[in-house]
């Protein structure tokens, strides 16, 4: 018997954009956020986004936190 086939997740641009920009974390949540607030973001699922930013500012305050 087959079993159920599961559906790849949908990639977040807002995870895709924040892996592949250059930057610092500090840099790209800056950009995070003027590209959030310009509505950028319009067509993105909510809790994809938190989870953008909450990644983004967990590596920021490590990157701080190691200077």
Known sequence: MLGKRK???RKSIAM???RDVQGTA???LEMFE???AAGGFAKE???DLEEAEKVR???AAMEK???
């Open 45 to 47: 699922r909510p809790a």
């Open 7 to 9: 559906e790849p997740r």
């Open 65 to 67: 936190g190691s200077e």
């Open 57 to 59: 500012r967990e590596v």
């Open 16 to 18: 895709t954009l924040m």
């Open 34 to 36: 003027k590209v959030r």
């Open 26 to 28: 500090a840099q790209k």
